[in-house]
Nanobody, 126 residues
Framework: QVQVVQTGGGLVQAGGSLRLSCTAS????????MGWFRQAPGKEREFVAA????????YYADSVKDRFTISRDNVKNTVYLQMNSLKPEDTAIYYC???????????????????WGQGTQVTVSA
């Protein structure tokens, strides 16, 4: 497991943008598949986006496709989630997760991710 640390988040009006960042303490994330998940109040945690370690294959939940972009900067050992055109229904705690066992494919089930960030609140006001 790696220690995953998240930054970013906050309060934004509908239509606005935010960027979340995720890095690891003491270990490179460059070959790991990385994912973003979110959990809204009263709901189960759900998949948002993922990017493979090798090849940069990306996959998005339908609810965020064309609005969110997942990317990685291996020099900075950081994974990003750029969120544009935010909606009130995007309000949730967002989690970054690392899948150390897969490098070229992306998975959407949280059971495949073995290291998780602390979570960061994103609130979108109407």
């Amino acid at each position: 497991q790696v220690q995953v640390v998240q930054t970013g988040g906050g309060l934004v009006q509908a239509g606005g943008s935010l960027r979340l960042s995720c890095t690891a303490s003491g270990r490179t994330l460059s070959t790991y598949t990385m994912g973003w998940f979110r959990q809204a109040p009263g709901k189960e945690r759900e998949f948002v986006a993922a990017i493979s370690g090798i090849g940069g294959v990306t996959y998005y939940a339908d609810s965020v496709k064309d609005r969110f972009t997942i990317s990685r900067d291996n020099v900075k050992n950081t994974v990003y989630l750029q969120m544009n055109s935010l909606k009130p229904e995007d309000t949730a705690i967002y989690y970054c997760a690392a899948d150390s066992k897969r490098t070229t494919v992306v998975v959407t089930s949280e059971r495949f991710y073995d290291s998780w960030g602390q979570g960061t609140q994103v609130t979108v006001s109407a």
